[in-house]
């Protein structure tokens, strides 16, 4: 426990007990295909790394950096990318790797840019949904937990960059960033 969070939702063995059977869920998903995996900065990076770690096909990994302009445009979907993909897109299987889908605003975006540049397959893998987040009708493909639409941080997710090393998540206290 960290004396900032008012409630621990998911320990380390829970997240990993998930993301190990993920993992064996994707292998067979893929058998046969040589994926490339899409970790969207900077929050899935805990995930991506103890993710691929249990599937066991052919894969590559690369990394994308999306931010929206400004506070405003977080609800109008406007995102601007940061640090883009390293290769080509054409012709592959791509597995995108959020921490979270809450809005959906930043997964419409990815999703679209990356079909726009001839993937042959997008799915999106995250480890939590938010679905009463949700602007707009997208749901990932797979989905290691469902949260409810309080903030939550460790294990990637932050507060002004801070508690992503908790290796455990949390509901962070209001008293926290309130005032
Ligand atoms: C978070 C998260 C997703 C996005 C989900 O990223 O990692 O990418 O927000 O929210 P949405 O469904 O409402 O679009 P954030 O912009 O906080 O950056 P970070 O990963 O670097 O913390």
Same mark, same amino acid.
């Given at each position: 426990m960290h004396p900032d969070l008012e409630q621990v939702l998911f320990t380390e063995d829970q997240l990993m007990a998930e993301i190990r059977a993920l993992g064996a869920r994707l292998s067979a998903d893929y058998a046969g295909r040589n994926p490339l995996f899409v970790c969207v900065l900077k929050g899935a990076v805990m995930f991506m790394t103890d993710l691929v770690k249990h599937v066991t096909v052919p894969l590559e990994m690369d990394f994308i950096a999306i931010s929206s302009y400004g506070a405003s445009s977080k609800s109008s979907g406007v995102v601007r990318i940061l640090k883009d993909l /390293? =290769? !080509? %897109? $054409? @012709?592959r299987d791509i597995v995108i790797v959020e921490d979270i889908v809450d809005t959906g605003l930043t997964l419409a975006y990815l999703k679209e840019s990356l079909q726009h540049r001839r993937a042959q397959s997008v799915r999106v893998v995250t480890l939590? /949904? *938010? !679905? $009463? @987040? =949700? *602007? %707009?009708d997208i749901q990932p493909d797979y989905a290691c937990f469902q949260v409810p639409n309080a903030f939550i941080v460790g294990y990637g997710l932050d507060y002004a960059e801070r508690y =992503?090393?908790?290796p455990f998540v949390g509901i962070l206290k209001p008293s926290v960033y309130i005032g």
């Open positions: /390293d =290769r !080509p %897109v $054409e @012709g939590f /949904d *938010k !679905p $009463e @987040g =949700r *602007k %707009v =992503r090393n908790l």
